[in-house]
């Protein structure tokens, strides 16, 4: 009789435990990976990840070729381009890459460093 009450209290104790509170709060939104996990909403997951794809890999080639042409007019001049406009008047790109909507340039020329911000 001892060891049934031994179990059965041994029972409860693990039930109580494991009907604990749960977690309330509320879960945070990945704002990077907006992906639902849906299979219904596979395609649309999809095209917004090539968007996104696309309008990186457009942000890191205009900054490559910018880059590129600050680098050459430094090597030339020997001073870094006062502003990006001035690599297109001196003939060192034949205009400034259009980046995607909401996003611009923002250009040190002290350094010669060049960033896209959005």
């Given at each position: 009789m001892k060891n049934i009450s031994t179990y059965l209290a041994l029972g409860l104790f693990v039930a109580l435990i494991g009907c604990g509170e749960?977690?309330?709060?509320?879960?945070?939104?990945?704002?990077?990976?907006?992906?639902?996990?849906?299979?219904?909403?596979?395609?649309?997951?999809?095209?917004?990840?090539?968007?996104?794809?696309?309008?990186?890999?457009?942000?890191?080639?205009?900054?490559?070729?910018?880059?590129?042409?600050?680098q050459t007019f430094y090597a030339n001049e020997d001073r870094y381009p006062t502003s990006l406009a001035e690599l297109v008047s001196t003939h060192y790109l034949p205009s400034i890459p259009a980046l995607p909507t909401g996003m611009r340039y923002n250009y040190n020329p002290a350094s010669g460093v060049v960033k896209v911000l959005k």
């Open positions: 749960k977690d309330t709060t509320a879960k945070k939104v990945d704002l990077e990976n907006n992906s639902s996990g849906n299979p219904l909403t596979a395609p649309v997951d999809y095209l917004g990840a090539v968007s996104k794809a696309k309008k990186t890999a457009v942000k890191v080639l205009d900054v490559a070729s910018l880059t590129q042409a600050i």
